[in-house]
């Protein structure tokens, strides 16, 4: 019984979500809100003061890793904390907050079992629990067509990439034996290769890594910006750890599938980055954006090495964080570049804190993204892939044009920005499924505060994107806790 | 006492004063810190010891140890006369723009960062804290440029931070090619030099280098994002610019291209130094068909730096002392080039040499000033500018580099007196135009800004032992590990 205890702050969360869900017997969307942000707060909390054991169920769970589970499952739940203080401010920038604080909820409680599983069956389980409330959040503005068009995109896609991964996990199961993780024998050959291949695939389209990435950029423009922030970002931790550990835990050192991998790294972050310079909505950019750093974090799971996969795993949080962000000063601003031109002018914090949060996430030295790039550029080099790593590096510079071109719109409005620019030529309108007529206006609206019935709490707010700024920085400055617990090093 | 940090992080702090208290105050505590700053260096130079070639002030602590970065800050002669400049330059151009009435707070703010990043640059000796810094600087001068620049000036930043960025992840990508030699495992740039890397690997990872810090230099072809953003950018940007970002390049290459990398620099040193004279004659012939003055002053920058590339290629005691007394003295003497011509421009809002005639005669104090500029610009003996130029071609004489270059890069200097002389001739003499007639003579700040610069360049000019003294153990130091690559 005492060891069941590890699971308090899951079990936690999952009675907070409950209690959310019924959030109209007491206040509504604001008490729902503070009721997640206090669950979820206290989740990240117990974490460190409960000692895990190192297996639980027979194996299904586990906690070992040095301290990088604690850390991890602290990270998600403390990450989405701090986004749910920030909706107690806002709301859900013009939605009912309150199912939408539940359904996050349900999601980070997935993102943490994903951080400890241990079993194939409770590796699906897991992912399935931390995206399926994913796609509602994508599709939460019901009466928006492209944010529905987008939310069943995604939902399509990744259900049936979920599927093949199920498919593959069965090969998996097949070759060893066991639903249990253990390294599938070296005699394997062609079907180990191929149940690697289909579980890659599912990986890769939760991380939205090219050739999976379709379904992003559309999901993420039509909906919320405060989905965005949780999906984008909070949500991709739990995945992308459990990918960098089943590749090296289950599949270890099988190099075709490295080259694949590898592949797909070098296609997300060229893709990702140079799409995302045309794009007139910041959720697109974002989404292009998460692509193209997706694409890096690869870079550290295809070394195939220990140092690569805590590499990107440490890239990954860092890049949730300024993703979290900057999706929340979207959330308050505006989703376009139009929205957002002049804010400097308007709220000069929040312009400011975007600077940070895009610098750190093109990786700009001192701010935290760039140790991200560091520890997996490194762990790609020393794996021979030294063209990759200069792809990586040439891109890199590609991404300070989308992040300039956002931070042109904030604080030079007008100049040599794209505002009379209207969207794509048509053709390529067609090709990246954009519809409507003229983008940048399709959200011309009054500031969040002037629609919304919801009161808004401002400088609550402005704390939070203060708190995910200094963290932005603080972790960059002193970045060697986080990089110790997570088993960071170079090779 | 950690000097070293306090001189790189009080601008910092000055910064952070100055965002928290109001907007009337910001230009006072800027100066303070500033001048608080450059206290904290006199003690430096007082407590210096000249005769040492190696490091001093060091300050090593672990800053990540999981993958061994440290906070490691040292400096040797060729480094304390670079953060000298930087800090009297940031000084420069705080008075410079002391009457900036556009967002003054927020201006203020940015120099002081700006004026961080740059002595952080010189005395850091950790490659990803000297990374760090390296790309520190290119943020506020982003927002300088951006928001007190010309007409263009939303492109031009633009374009300069991309160029500069695209430099930078060179070196970011040479830093991690060498931690990750066998030979290297380390980002400690003191040990690093005397490791010995395999000679095929240095010869990429010089070039990873070489280009990295040309862009910044910058050496023709890689001007480009240069040229346009020292027309576009306000006065203060363009002193900065010219006067210690452009240094931040060859520093660059002789902390690390030329003690890393010895066999690498010999094996790319004619290309290195043909590419010096094609920007010494391309600047010099370019500068002399501008009329836009501060067009003329950054293809003229493009030129005279040619020259320290050309002695960093050469690698001798006397060409490496050149190139770093080269270094110094067109900071002084492009900045205040920068900042006469940003008088000038204030006054008549032109910057084309035809329509300022005779400012000579309607303004003789800024006449007088541009004149000494131009004069120490062009190398005059006596002044600054010479010293450097002239060490240079003595020391790429001697070196086994061609003869032919010195040559050029004499036929350069000889050009570079040209469109300075014309300069003069134009706007200083001549009859006042229009414009000309308007403008009124320069105001006690405006002397009291100019003024060191051109003490300092007829003092160097006079007795350049002043800044030998501090240079040469170091280079001498530096001269003979190149030659090991021999």
Same mark, same amino acid.
């Given at each position: ?37 206090? +669950? ?62 539940? &359904?996050?909820?349900?999601? +980070? ?84 290769? &191929? ?7 599912? $990986? ?7 050739? $999976? ?77 998460? @692509? ?8 550290? @799971? ?131 499924? @954009?519809?409507?007529?003229? &983008? ?24 939070? @994107? $203060? ?25 | ?31 303070? =810190? ?126 300069? =931070? ?28 003191? !040990? ?70 010895? !066999? ?90 035809? !329509? ?74 001549? !009859? ?55």
């Amino acid at each position: 019984m005492q060891q069941f205890l590890a699971l308090a702050p899951e079990a936690l969360l999952i009675v907070g979500a409950l209690v959310v869900l019924f959030a109209e017997l007491y206040g509504g969307d604001r008490a729902a809100a503070i009721v997640g942000t206090v +669950t979820a707060a206290a989740a990240a909390i117990l974490v460190w003061l409960i000692p895990a054991p190192a297996e639980m169920f027979g194996g299904m769970l586990h906690f070992g890793a040095g301290t990088a589970t604690a850390t991890l499952r602290s990270t998600i739940a403390g990450l989405s904390a701090i986004m749910l203080l920030w909706v107690v401010a806002r709301g859900w920038a013009g939605f009912n907050a309150r199912e939408a604080v539940s &359904l996050m909820m349900f999601s +980070t409680v997935g993102g943490m079992l994903l951080i400890s599983a241990n079993d194939l069956v409770m590796l699906f389980m897991a992912l399935e629990l931390a995206t399926l409330p994913a796609y509602v959040l994508i599709g939460y503005a019901r009466e928006d067509e492209r944010g529905l068009e987008g939310a069943l995109k995604y939902f399509l896609i990744s259900m049936l990439m979920s599927l093949l991964m199920a498919y593959g996990l069965s090969f998996v199961f097949g070759l060893t034996g066991t639903t249990a993780y253990q390294a599938i024998p070296a005699s394997s050959g062609a079907l180990g290769l &191929l149940a690697g291949i289909l579980v890659a695939a599912g $990986f890769l389209t939760k991380t939205t890594a090219t050739p $999976f990435h379709f379904w992003s950029p559309d999901a993420y423009g039509g909906s919320s910006p405060t989905s965005v922030a949780y999906v984008s970002a909070i949500a991709k931790v739990g995945a992308v750890w459990a990918f960098a550990r089943f590749f090296i835990v289950v599949l270890p050192g099988m190099k075709p599938l490295l080259f694949i991998l590898l592949g797909a790294s070098v296609l997300s972050m060229v893709l990702g980055n140079f799409v995302a310079i045309i794009q007139p909505d910041i959720r697109r950019i974002m989404a292009y954006s998460g @692509i193209g750093n997706i694409g890096y974090m690869l870079l550290g @799971i295809s070394s195939g090495s220990v140092e690569g996969a805590a590499g990107a795993v440490f890239f990954v949080v860092v890049y949730a964080v300024g993703m979290v962000g900057q999706m929340l000063v979207v959330a308050q601003e505006g989703p376009t570049l139009k929205d957002v031109a002049g804010l400097v002018h308007r709220r000069p914090y929040a312009a400011w804190c975007s600077v940070g949060f895009l610098f750190s996430l093109i990786g700009f030295p001192p701010l935290v993204g760039f140790f991200g790039k560091l520890a997996v550029f490194s762990a790609a080099y020393d794996a021979g892939y030294g063209w990759a790593v200069a792809v990586a590096i040439v891109v890199s510079v590609v991404s300070a044009g989308y992040a300039f071109n956002i931070i042109r719109t904030m604080f030079t409005p007008g100049e040599g920005t794209s505002q009379g620019w209207h969207g794509p030529k048509p053709r390529l309108r067609e090709l990246y499924g @954009i519809r409507g007529e003229a &983008l940048p206006g399709d959200w011309d609206r009054p500031m969040l505060e002037e629609t919304t019935t919801y009161k808004q709490y401002p400088a609550l707010a402005a704390t939070v @994107i $203060f708190v995910l700024t200094f963290l932005v920085i603080g972790l960059g400055i002193v970045a060697q806790p986080l990089i110790q617990m997570l088993g960071v090093g170079l090779p | 006492m950690p000097l070293l940090s306090i001189i790189t992080f009080l601008p910092l702090l000055g910064a952070i004063v100055a965002a928290a208290l109001p907007e009337k105050w910001a230009r006072w505590i800027t100066a303070g =810190f500033q001048v608080a700053t450059l206290g904290f260096i006199a003690v430096l130079f007082a407590m210096f010891d000249k005769s040492n070639p190696g490091f001093q002030f060091m300050e090593r602590f672990d800053w990540i140890p999981q993958i061994h970065i440290q906070y490691l800050m040292a400096v040797d002669g060729i480094s304390v006369t670079m953060v000298a400049l930087s800090a009297l330059l940031s000084f420069v151009v705080v008075l410079g723009s002391w009457n900036n009435d556009d967002k003054p707070k927020t201006w203020f703010i940015l120099l002081l960062l700006l004026e961080s990043g740059m002595n952080g640059v010189f005395v850091a000796l950790d490659f990803v804290l000297f990374y760090v810094f390296w790309e520190w600087v290119l943020i506020p001068m982003y927002f300088i440029m951006a928001w007190w620049g010309k007409e263009d000036r939303s492109y031009v930043s633009l374009k300069f =931070f991309i160029y500069m960025l695209l430099g930078s992840v060179l070196i970011l990508f040479g830093i991690i090619a060498m931690y990750l030699n066998p030979a290297g495992h380390t980002f400690d740039m003191i !040990e690093l030099a005397h490791r010995h890397f395999p000679v095929g690997f240095q010869n990429w990872v010089t070039l990873l280098f070489y280009f990295g810090f040309a862009v910044r230099v910058p050496v023709w072809p890689f001007h480009t994002g240069h040229s346009d953003a020292h027309i576009q950018a306000p006065t203060a940007g363009s002193v900065t610019l010219a006067g210690v970002l452009l240094k931040t390049g060859t520093y660059g290459l002789m902390r690390v291209s030329l003690p890393m990398l010895p !066999e690498g620099s010999h094996h790319w040193a004619f290309f290195i130094a043909a590419m010096a004279c094609g920007a010494i004659i391309y600047g010099s012939v370019v500068a002399c068909w501008q009329p836009d003055l501060k067009k003329m002053l950054a293809y003229s920058s493009v030129g005279h730096m040619g020259f320290a590339m050309l002695g960093i290629a050469a690698g001798t005691v006397w060409a490496l002392n050149g190139a770093m007394v080269l270094a110094f003295a067109h900071g002084v003497i492009t900045g205040l080039l920068f900042l006469v011509v940003g008088m000038i421009y204030d006054r008549a809002h032109t910057r084309m040499a035809p !329509e300022l005639e005779g400012v000579g005669k309607q303004a003789p104090v800024l006449g007088g000033m541009l004149g000494f500029a131009a004069i120490s610009s062009l190398g005059l003996p006596g002044l600054a500018g010479f010293v450097g130029e002239f060490l240079v071609l003595v020391g790429a004489w001697q070196s086994d580099l061609p003869k032919i270059f010195p040559v050029i890069a004499g036929v350069g200097m000889l050009l570079g007196a040209a469109y300075m002389l014309w300069v003069i001739y134009r706007v200083v003499y001549g !009859e006042p135009t229009e414009k000309v007639l308007k403008i009124k003579d320069a105001t006690p700040i405006d002397i009291a800004t100019a003024g060191p610069l051109m003490a300092i360049s007829a003092i160097i000019g006079v007795n350049w032992n002043v800044l030998l003294s501090f240079v040469n153990p170091a280079v001498t130091h530096l001269a003979m590990m190149f030659a090991k690559g021999m």
